[in-house]
């Protein structure tokens, strides 16, 4: 089988893994999410994944509580690694072969991040989880997904979300709005889109990196993307 990507990173947010709950995480959700990498998996794509925290916390709402903002930015890290260790578990009861790599050293729970690790890891077939964003305070994990998609030369950033793709106005507020299917990086940036902070568009910009944004919430659109069928948005 011909794939149109054969080394991915997937950019899951912690909302993802909420499902329809309010907070945490869906088992339910986290499963089918689970069936639908192994589908991807089984025929030959490599698959990194950067999993967010915000189901759990985030850094800016700690700040607007009158935290010190890298403080609460590390507990929003914190929050990414537990995601990740749940998002390995279920992958490891469908017998894929997992590893969570923290950018901030945990070692009796994670690898540490090293990138020649990184790539060998998807060389021999394993998925990689990268945990604890990039290490740093101040960054998102959309970020991460650009930063480290750029390192391990992934073809494509898979920016996991609860709608279809890009459109032209918030599609939960007007009815009307219409799928965007290709944009350009500045299009995106100078239209203001809210698809990815601007760090992580310029950097992916920077590295002619591809974006496919794309509703997480249907089953098989993973796998139609990796084929090279047009679902959702792509940024180029
Ligand atoms: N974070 C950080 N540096 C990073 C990545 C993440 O400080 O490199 C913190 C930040 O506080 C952020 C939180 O981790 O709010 C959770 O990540 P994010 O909000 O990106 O998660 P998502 O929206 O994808 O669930």
């Known amino acids: 089988m011909s794939l149109k990507y054969k080394r991915v990173l997937l950019k899951l947010s912690g909302e993802a893994l909420m499902g329809d709950h309010e907070y945490g995480i869906d088992p339910l959700f986290i499963n089918k999410l689970a069936e639908d ?16 925290g915000g189901n759990i916390f985030r850094g800016v709402k700690g700040s607007s509580m009158g935290m010190d903002r890298a403080t609460a930015d590390y507990m929003g890290m914190l929050a990414t690694v537990m995601n990740a260790l749940a998002l390995q578990d279920v ?16 070692r009796q729970i994670a690898e540490p991040y090293i990138r020649r690790k990184a790539i060998r890891h998807l060389e021999k077939g394993r998925i990689v989880i990268f945990a604890a964003g990039t290490g740093s305070p101040f960054f998102t994990t959309d970020t991460t997904g650009a930063l480290r998609a750029a390192e391990i030369k992934a073809d494509v950033l898979l920016k996991a979300t609860k709608v279809n793709g890009i459109y032209d106005k918030d599609p939960n507020k007007y009815p ?17 889109i809210k698809v990815m902070d601007h760090t992580a568009l310029t950097l992916c910009m920077e590295n ?4 496919v944004v794309f ?8 796998r139609k993307i990796v084929e090279g069928q047009s679902v959702g948005s792509i940024v180029h």
């Open 208 to 211: 002619k990196l591809p974006i």
């Open 37 to 52: 990498i192994k589908d991807v998996y089984e025929i030959g794509v490599q698959i990194a994944i950067v999993i967010g």
């Open 215 to 222: 509703n997480i919430k249907e089953s098989g659109n993973l």
């Open 176 to 192: 009307d709005a219409k799928l965007i299917s290709e944009i350009s990086y500045l299009d995106v940036i100078n239209r203001n």
């Open 91 to 106: 992958l490891e009861k469908k017998d894929l072969p997992t590893r969570v790599m923290s950018a901030i050293e945990m």
